[in-house]
């Protein structure tokens, strides 16, 4: 059986969730490190989310291993009075290249659009062109450029 799109269920999701944070943030941004510090804040985040109406978490569930997870919130902006952002997605890597981030990601335009969203945004590591050739598959485009300045 495929591995099936499910709803959060903290704290039973808790460790495989901040287990895939390593490969998320070390992956995607050079330098960073997954600390012990960041993976408590990171819980906490979490925790705290599962319990706004604004956020919502989903798993990606193969027979009880959690093998991936997508983290959604609706907000405003002074653009857009209501939009879907993505703030973080990952499937492991077994489970890559299947269809299910675009599982995921379809969980996700589900929710905004019950939610009252006109459409959805997310940020990507121009390094990650996997995840950015994902995203466009699944009708992102780019709209703007983010830009850093290191010091």
Partial sequence: MAPQV????WPADRDAVLSFQ???YE????????????LREYAQQIKMA???P???????????????????????????PLIGYIKNIYVAPQWRGQGYAQALLHAADEWFMRQGCTKASL?????????????????????????????
């Fill in 22 to 24: 390593y490969e998320v």
């Fill in 123 to 151: 940020d990507v590591s121009v390094c990650n062109e996997q995840a950015i050739n994902c995203y466009r598959h699944a009708g992102y485009e780019v709209t703007r450029y983010r830009m850093e300045k290191h010091y």
């Fill in 27 to 38: 992956g995607n941004f050079p330098g960073f490190r997954v600390t012990a510090e960041f």
């Fill in 6 to 9: 499910r709803e959060l269920r």
């Fill in 54 to 80: 604004y956020e919502k978490l989903y798993v990606l569930d193969d027979n009880g291993q959690v093998c991936g997870f997508i983290w959604m919130e609706v907000r405003g902006t002074m653009i857009d």
């Fill in 50 to 52: 599962s319990r706004s």
